[in-house]
């Protein structure tokens, strides 16, 4: 029948009555077989500390409690054995006993961050013939506020935690941390060690602005509740993105006691998605603007040029000789010549102005706040004389160039599609006329 905490504590202190008459634990580091004999029959988890605070002996039950192998118990320290939130109550109860000389208890202690139950823990120091302490002896037993209805249930909160893909993160009300789980490690990189004690805001990335967090903090205080998706960096400064939902506990007073949050990994969710609204509106293998994005940024920018009446242009490209390298070459070396094309054509255009790829050889340019006639007609000039240069491709010389057709706003179009088809037009007209060339619509 297991003892009450009052009776495990005269155990404890009948324990440490024995173990005073011993020769100072600082100068031999030794303890007697009998005082080991005693301590490895007590039913609970019991150890022995020297001055430094190093453990001199545990009993297999507190090995069993802790979840450290009896052997690798020996010679270490509380700092060695515990996460930070558990060995600072710790390292503090043994200063208070050194420096108090007397028994210290406490009560409700979590050994681990994800353990079910609580302790009750009562030290003692361990004294020499002069009355110096020179030692610590340490008893423990599940706190009695441990019912099985609640041990029961903090081991399904645990087994939960310890198995979930959520990474779970519990901070007090001052949101310092005081819990996470395997997930949590997993996914951010940091150890318990290294981030139970500290500020919620130690797992923040340094863009996420004050504000931001400040409007979190008042939606959980307000209404008990966050839910949303941020780009946060991992412990090795990886990025990811995090899909986070917070939630308030409050005791029976309605006060805050603790924040618990919870997170997925949700960057490959978040790549794939961000990959299929690119593909939307880019053309997949030169990555420029399709038909739809295009016709969109010139809708946009007619109306701009309309507002500021300025002129804004169309030049509308069609390769020569590419159908028989493809032909001749094959598909995969067609596709290397199409993005080619596409990076001259880019590198031959301002940033602001749009490129896109059409569909099979054709492209198109929105040249943006296009100035006069002249400069029209000097880019599309720029644009096949960077085409018709020689380069290498899978070891074989290409020489492509191009038929171009211009339009510009408002001479020959006020909206996109009008805009657009005329400069198609011109295109063909600059075919017809040997290619290589421009041609101004008419």
């Known amino acids: 029948m297991e003892k009450d905490p009052q009776e495990l504590m005269e ?67 509380d700092r060695q054995l515990f996460p930070k939130f558990v060995h600072d109550q710790l390292i503090d109860s043994d200063a208070l ?21 609580t302790y009750w823990i009562s030290k003692s120091p361990i004294k020499d013939k002069l009355g110096k302490v020179t030692g610590i002896v340490g008893i423990m037993k599940r706190s009695s506020n441990n019912s099985p209805y609640d041990s029961l249930q903090a081991e399904l909160t645990s087994n939960t935690l310890k198995h979930s893909n959520e990474a779970t993160i519990i901070a007090d009300s001052n949101f310092t941390i005081t819990l996470v789980n395997p997930a949590f490690i997993r996914i951010t990189g940091f150890t318990e060690n290294e981030i139970i004690g500290q500020p919620a805001s130690t797992i923040n990335a340094s863009w996420l602005a004050p504000e931001f967090m400040e409007s979190i903090k008042h939606q959980l205080r307000y209404h008990g509740y966050w839910e949303g998706e941020t780009w946060n960096r991992k412990k090795d400064g990886q990025l990811y993105n995090e899909k986070v939902k917070i939630s308030v506990i409050r005791s029976d007073e309605g006060e ?15 790549q794939a998605q961000e990959k299929l609204e690119f593909l939307a509106f880019h053309d997949a293998l030169t990555g420029l603007a399709n038909r739809a994005l295009f016709l969109d940024r010139v809708s946009q920018q007619l109306q701009q040029s309309s507002r500021n009446e300025t002129h804004c242009a169309i030049i ?14 094959g598909h995969p070396f067609g596709d290397k010549v199409l993005v080619h094309a596409a990076q001259t054509i880019r590198n031959a255009v301002r940033k602001a102005d749009t490129v896109s790829r059409q569909g099979g050889d054709e492209f198109s340019v929105l040249l943006e706040e296009s100035g006069s006639v002249e400069s029209v007609l000097l880019v599309a000039q720029k644009i096949i004389t960077s085409l018709r240069e020689m380069v290498v491709i899978d070891d074989i010389e290409v020489r492509i160039g191009a038929s171009a057709g211009i339009s510009i706003y408002p001479e020959h179009g006020t909206d996109a599609e009008k805009l657009i088809s005329n400069a198609d037009k011109a295109m063909y007209a600059a075919k017809f006329l040997g290619g290589n060339g421009y041609y101004l619509y008419k």
């Open 11 to 77: 155990s404890g202190l009948a324990f440490n009555n024995k173990a005073t008459s011993t020769t100072s634990l600082s100068e031999s580091q030794q303890v007697p077989f009998q005082q080991l004999t005693v301590l490895e029959a007590l039913p609970y988890p019991a150890w022995i500390k020297n001055r430094r605070a190093e453990y001199l002996y545990a009993n297999s039950a507190y090995a069993s409690a802790i979840g450290v192998p009896l052997n690798s118990i020996k010679g270490r320290t």
């Open 316 to 329: 509308y490209l069609d390769l020569n000789e590419f159908k028989p390298l493809n032909d001749t070459y």
């Open 256 to 270: 805050i006691t603790h924040f618990i949050g919870q997170f997925i990994d949700n960057t490959e969710q978040k």
């Open 97 to 117: 006993v050194f420096h108090e000389r007397s028994t210290v208890e406490l009560d409700n202690i979590y050994l681990h961050s994800t353990a079910s139950e």
